[in-house]
């Protein structure tokens, strides 16, 4: 199931998504596009990405047969977060994470087993599904996304942008 999976991700999604540390240069799409090595999706969540499409991401369930999707994803949800681990933090600066994310963040995104309270644009990345390296979710607070998420460079200060990204990861994809 792998291998086949393998060969799927190289002809459908290789071009756009970097996993392995295989990197991926599209320079047709605007927004971020998931750098695989950097996110744990749960099997459920790769199944309706390739299936439905997503933000900058086509269906591909005219292209793919049954048994292909389930190869691709088992393929990705058995190799992709290469990069992802449980950060070391203590339960004060996982409460602070919390706080930061609830008065930040869960408008557009889910997490810990709550839906996103808001009614967002372009709904962010359900961290019951997803689970982030630390890294990323840093990178993107501070980065934002062109019209779809703000940057909180200077909204936040260093220490509540690294106690939302240790909230996040540590309790996303559970």
């Known amino acids: 199931m792998m ?3 393998r060969g799927v991700f190289a002809k459908h999604c290789a071009s756009c998504h970097t996993l392995l540390g295989r990197v991926a ?5 605007e927004s971020p596009i998931p750098n695989l090595d950097e996110v744990k999706p749960r099997a459920d969540y790769v199944h309706d990405r390739v299936e439905t499409g997503g933000f ?4 591909f369930s005219s292209e793919l047969s049954p048994a292909e999707l389930d190869a691709v994803v088992a393929y990705v949800t058995g190799v ?3 990069r ?3 950060p070391d933090a203590d339960a004060q600066q996982l409460a602070t994470g919390e706080q930061v994310f609830r008065d930040n963040c869960e408008r557009c995104h889910s997490i810990d087993g709550r839906r996103a309270t808001g ?3 372009y709904p962010g990345t359900d961290f019951n599904r997803v689970k982030p390296s ?3 979710v840093m990178r993107q607070a501070l980065r934002g996304i062109q019209e779809s998420m703000p940057s909180f460079r200077g909204r936040l200060t260093r220490e509540q942008l690294q106690a939302v990204a240790a909230y996040v990861t540590t309790t996303a994809g559970e």
Do not use: N, Q, Y
Not at 56 to 59: F, N, R, T, V
């Open 134 to 136: 630390e890294k990323l």
């Open 25 to 29: 240069h599209p320079t047709f799409i």
């Open 80 to 82: 992709a977060g290469s």
């Open 3 to 5: 291998a086949a999976g």
């Open 84 to 86: 992802v681990a449980v």
């Open 56 to 59: 900058d991401m086509a269906s």
């Open 119 to 121: 009614r967002p644009i």
